[in-house]
């Protein structure tokens, strides 16, 4: 069974740009959780999404945004981006997203903001 | 809300020695807990979880863990260190509360092993 796969993995953008990072779950599995991760503020929850619906959220600002298709496949989207978005962003999916559903998690996509 | 503390940024153990990295717990309800490795450039790899059934769980790669609600405790242990157990490790709980699960993590125990 394929993993969960990210693309790109790595990203170059500029200040004031927006971006769109992919993730396509495990099959079968129909929640999508994204984190970011850096090395001030450690792994931070953003979002999880399950049947497309966004079902929590942490406290990230209105730039940071996602979404789920139809076939449990997301993508988040970062507008104007600032230095500080520069991170590992990781996704991970479960099952149904229940709290014994362990979460999978992707290789990441490393973003740098210039 | 719920929360882990990891104690100690780094530990570093000899090839064949003891590994014990730490892991406490605050959640106002039974938690559900994890533990994660991270290899450089690399995603999340679960090592085991605690989901409230046996207080002992063991994980891959020799790796076990306790849970110890008198000491809200879920330190990681694994007899015998290898070269290849140098990674970051993570201690997680999960936060079921709003709907939707999500992973509260500690901030992580970079685990240095030599010779």
């Known amino acids: 069974k394929a993993g969960v796969t990210q693309t790109p993995r790595y990203l170059i953008k500029t200040r004031g740009q927006q971006v769109t990072l992919s993730c396509s779950p495990i099959s079968g599995h129909r929640s999508v959780s994204w984190y970011q991760q850096t090395p001030g503020q450690g792994l931070q929850f953003l979002f999880e999404y399950f049947s497309e619906t966004q079902r929590n959220k942490g406290n990230f600002p209105g730039r940071f945004s996602g979404r789920q298709f139809s076939n449990s496949r997301s993508e988040m989207n970062v507008s104007t981006l600032e230095l500080g978005d520069s991170a590992l962003y990781l996704c991970?999916?479960?099952?149904?997203?229940?709290?014994?559903?362990?979460?999978?998690f992707g290789p990441g996509t490393r973003l740098t903001v210039l | 809300a719920q929360s882990v503390t990891q104690l100690g940024s780094h530990v570093s153990v000899s090839e064949g020695a003891l590994v014990l990295l730490r892991c406490n717990y605050s959640s106002s309800v039974p938690p559900y807990l994890f533990w994660y490795v991270q290899y450089p450039n690399q995603g999340l790899q679960l090592l085991l979880k605690?989901?409230?059934?046996?207080?002992l769980v063991k994980g891959i790669n020799g790796f076990e863990a306790e849970f110890k609600k008198s000491e809200t405790s879920f330190h990681l242990t694994k007899p015998s260190a290898h070269m290849s157990d140098a990674a970051e490790y993570f201690c997680?709980?999960?936060?079921?509360?709003?709907?939707?699960?999500?992973?509260?993590f500690g901030t992580g125990t970079q685990l240095k092993v030599e010779l």
């Open positions: 605690y989901t409230s059934a046996a207080t």
């Open positions: 991970a999916s479960s099952l149904t997203g229940g709290r014994v559903n362990e979460q999978f």
């Open positions: 997680a709980v999960s936060d079921f509360t709003g709907g939707g699960n999500k992973l509260t």
